[in-house]
């Protein structure tokens, strides 16, 4: 299990990356992004299923820099356990999924 996870972000020239703190004991995930501010203001940030696929939990109900939810402990395990299944989509009013990055275990740095 992996109770640190990141991802390097990318798209339409910028890039950035996310950190996520793990607790499967009670749910909780906390998140801190670093983007650039010269791609738009972001509107929200999100988990996938895949890099296409559907949308797995939402980061907060508008995109905040840093937070903390609590989400189901199932959904926290299977983060933990399979991190490069999951990515992470940063949308802002110009482009859904502006910014986007697979997580892998571990923290991701500019």
């Known amino acids: 299990m992996h109770p640190e996870l990141g991802a390097h972000l990318s ?8 950190n996520l703190q793990l607790t499967a ?8 992004f670093d983007v650039p ?3 738009g ?3 929200l940030a999100s988990i ?11 980061l907060g109900m508008h995109y905040a820099k ?3 939810e609590k989400e189901s402990m199932m959904t926290v395990e299977h983060l ?5 299944s999951y990515w992470v989509w940063v949308d802002t009013k110009a482009h859904h999924g502006e910014l986007r990055g697979a997580l892998f275990a571990g923290m991701a740095h500019m």
């Open 11 to 18: 798209g339409m020239g910028y890039h950035g990356v996310v």
């Open 25 to 32: 004991t009670s749910g909780k995930l906390c998140w801190t």
């Open 37 to 39: 501010s010269g791609m």
């Open 41 to 43: 203001t972001p509107t």
């Open 48 to 58: 996938h299923t895949g890099q296409t696929g559907a949308t797995l939990l939402e």
């Open 66 to 68: 840093t937070g903390c």
């Open 80 to 84: 933990e356990a399979s991190p490069k």
